[in-house]
């Protein structure tokens, strides 16, 4: 089967970090992009990240730009957003999925996991 | 502020048809592939049609997409309440070299 897990939520205060870590099992994921997306509290899904198979390109959202850093180990099959001075506002569900196609004509995102929770709060 | 608009709600009896538009720019819509996808809270979503209008595997025919210049739209037919869902459109955004999602739609089958 092929799967997807996020773990690494928890409560942070603002200004805080935490690690989000994303293991996929069932592909062979070293030749997949990969990317970043969260939910935050009564809205819609906002795109964060992409990275390449090989680390190169990196996309990030704006909002992000700065604080997140994405990265991968294809050695372990996973995906990671370290994410810096968390603010309230990235109170979130945060989701990683596989990307496909090719990025910049539309790539379309096939696998999803079920989703980390992060709430950012003093 | 979605850089991509769509409808906040639509709704329509079952059995019915129902369409979802997603409005962009020359710069994601008009230059790129669409794709559509499903969301129930507290679950994964769920990929509908990619490249405008391929359905994966598994994705029934009741679910239609199209695309005309910089707008996009989703078809669904012989509505289903089991089809309540939130439903988003994305696209890769030249400008902004990032992936871009619509605001959502929230399907009601009433």
């Known amino acids: 089967e092929v799967r997807l897990v996020e773990s690494g939520g928890g409560m942070v205060q603002p200004g805080g970090s935490l690690r989000l870590s994303c293991v996929g099992s069932?592909?062979?994921?070293?030749?997949?992009?990969m990317i970043w997306v969260r939910q935050a509290p009564g809205k819609g899904l906002e795109w964060l990240s992409y990275?390449?198979?090989?680390?190169?390109?990196?996309h990030y959202a704006d909002s992000v730009k700065g604080r997140f850093t994405i990265s991968r180990d294809n050695a372990k099959n996973s995906l990671y957003l370290q994410m810096n001075n968390l603010r309230v506002e990235d109170t979130a569900v945060y989701f990683c999925?596989?990307?496909?196609?090719?990025?910049?004509?539309?790539?379309?995102?096939?696998?999803w996991g079920q989703g980390t929770m992060v709430t950012v709060s003093s | 502020q979605s850089v991509l608009t769509q409808p906040p709600s639509v709704s329509a009896a079952p059995g019915q048809k129902v369409t979802i538009s997603c409005s962009g720019s020359?710069?994601?819509?008009?230059?790129?592939?669409v794709s559509w996808y499903r969301h129930l809270p507290g679950t994964a979503p769920k990929l509908l049609i990619y490249?405008?209008?391929n359905r994966p595997s598994g994705i029934p025919d009741r679910f239609s997409g199209s695309k005309s210049g910089t707008s996009a739209t989703l078809g669904i037919t012989g509505l289903q309440t089991g089809d309540e869902a939130d439903y988003y459109c994305?696209?890769?955004?030249?400008?902004?070299?990032?992936?871009?999602f619509g605001g959502g739609t929230k399907l009601t089958v009433l």
């Open positions: 999925a596989r990307d496909m196609g090719y990025l910049v004509l539309g790539s379309y995102k096939d696998i």
């Open positions: 069932g592909f062979t994921f070293r030749p997949f992009g």
């Open positions: 990275i390449d198979g090989s680390n190169n390109p990196i």
């Open positions: 020359s710069s994601n819509i008009g230059n790129h592939f």
């Open positions: 490249e405008n209008n």
């Open positions: 994305g696209t890769w955004d030249s400008s902004l070299s990032a992936g871009v």
